[in-house]
């Protein structure tokens, strides 16, 4: 398992690094079963809160007690494993629920609420979500912070000192500005490395589009070894065959 330090503070040179098939954050490589350009999604938030945190020192909010609040936390999830924040997104029926249960009101103070909050970790059964206003979450979240060991605050001081303070940011994926024109084509040309590979390798795919059926199949060609049908990949067990019985 990777050390925080490893993770916060990528072992790279120059700047705006980039390398295609390892992760964005750390540089290690991605896992095949992953579409994207992260190893975990540790990784992924660690570099969004690089971003987010340049940009509002940048323009000047970092001055406003709000976004000072909202930092304390970014580094408090960094600090228990990263804010999985894809993963606890709602969708807006459940949003709408929840906000209809409670009139609009604050469930702890009665002011109109405007966040929700996961009661108590991050499940999103609506019986763990609950309505409230900003002040009240924001009162909440730092009741439930513990003050940060020494050399858990060192590390985060030198993750200021290098991926946060630098005119020029250390990774592409740290760059407030560039990343949001770049991670999408560098996703798609990852996705075109395995297309190609499995055009080299002979494979059909007209018909499949998802990732880990892809890699299944591009696996199942250079294991198989055309044992079953005399192509490679091609047998009535290889998951090409397993694939192409069923809609993806």
Known sequence: MRSVREVLLPDVTGVRAFMPDRCANCQRW???????????TWCQETCKHVRYLRGVIGDGRILNDDVQAAVRKRFAFLQLGGYASLHRGLPAKVRAAV???????????????TDIDHINGSSADPSNLQLLCTDCHNTKTDQ????????????????????????????LADDEQQWATTWRPLKKDRKQRLLDELADL???ITSVTN?????????????????????AGYGADSYFARAQSRDD
């Open 202 to 204: 002979g494979a059909d």
């Open 211 to 231: 990732w880990a059926n892809l890699v299944l199949i591009r696996d199942d060609i250079i294991t198989d070894g055309g044992h079953e049908s005399g192509e």
């Open 99 to 113: 906000i209809e249960r409670h009139n609009g009101r604050c469930a702890s103070c009665g002011k109109p609420g």
């Open 144 to 171: 439930r912070l513990q003050p940060a060991s020494p050399a858990t605050q060192q590390l985060f001081d030198d993750f200021l000192e290098h991926r946060v303070a630098p005119r020029e940011p250390l990774l």
């Open 30 to 40: 991605v896992p095949d079963e992953l579409p994207g350009l992260f190893c975990s």
